[in-house]
T-cell receptor, first 115, second 117 residues
Framework: DSGVTQTPKHLITATGQRVTLRCSPRSGDLSVYWYQQSLDQGLQFLIQYYNGEERAKGNILERFSAQQFPDLHSELNLSSLELGDSALYFC??????????????FGPGTRLTVL | KNQVEQSPQSLIILEGKNCTLQCNYTVSPFSNLRWYKQDTGRGPVSLTIMTFSENTKSNGRYTATLDADTKQSSLHITASQLSDSASYICVVSALNAGGTSYGKLTFGQGTILTVHP
């Protein structure tokens, strides 16, 4: 158990819909990272927040957005869902704001299926 | 373009044997390189993290090496166990203009290791 929690574990929805994925970082970690893992693309970095502020953006689509709240939990919002958005979405946390050589702890993931 | 390439794509070995996984990268400027182990359907778990100045790092039966000159890394697994069956992912972090490595992560496609009894 990494100490990072993600809900829900599974999500099944239809194309065009909007969903929200939630992540609670490890106690004491201020940085939260979101990743997408699909079968054909592997792991891809989406976005990073540190203490409520966006720090870095990766391959995140405009239909996706995220935020980190004062209690440090984070939400990833996916809208106008397409079949290709079906994937595992992971959240990770670390104590390091710079994404430097500090360990990132991954949550168990949310499996999103878009039908 | 920053890239991370891993080989082999998949590997089957017998329990108790050693194996070595390779990672070549073109990421620049280099910040650090990580190896993760990912069991099917679960989140990745960090094995090692190496910065530019480190060329070897061990974590139990896992030993990672880094040659920053040739931009190559390897992960050596000693005395493999059935529980080592997983995907092993190499991730390289680049520095941005500010000298930090916020989010500048490039992932390899992973090597799928299967250990048979």
């Amino acid at each position: 158990d990494s100490g990072v929690t993600q809900t829900p574990k599974h999500l099944i929805t239809a194309t065009g819909q909007r969903v929200t994925l939630r992540c609670s970082p490890r106690s004491g970690d201020l940085s939260v990272y979101w990743y997408q893992q699909s079968l054909d693309q592997g792991l891809q970095f989406l976005i990073q927040y540190y203490n409520g502020e966006e720090r870095a953006k990766g391959n995140i689509l405009e239909r996706f957005s995220a935020q980190q709240f004062p209690d440090l939990h984070s939400e990833l919002n996916l809208s106008s869902l397409e079949l290709g958005d079906s994937a595992l979405y992971f959240c990770a946390s670390s104590v390091d704001p710079s994404g430097g050589a500090r360990e990132q702890f991954f949550g168990p993931g949310t499996r999103l299926t878009v039908l | 373009k920053n890239q991370v390439e891993q080989s082999p794509q998949s590997l089957i070995i017998l329990e108790g044997k050693n194996c070595t996984l390779q990672c070549n990268y073109t990421v620049s400027p280099f910040s650090n390189l990580r190896w993760y182990k990912q069991d099917t359907g679960r989140g990745p778990v960090s094995l090692t993290i190496m910065t530019f100045s480190e060329n070897t790092k061990s974590n139990g039966r896992y030993t990672a090496t880094l040659d920053a000159d040739t931009k190559q890394s390897s992960l050596h697994i000693t005395a493999s166990q059935l529980s080592d069956s997983a995907s092993y992912i190499c991730v390289v972090s680049a520095l941005n203009a500010g000298g930090t490595s916020y989010g500048k992560l490039t992932f390899g496609q992973g090597t799928i290791l299967t250990v048979h009894p």
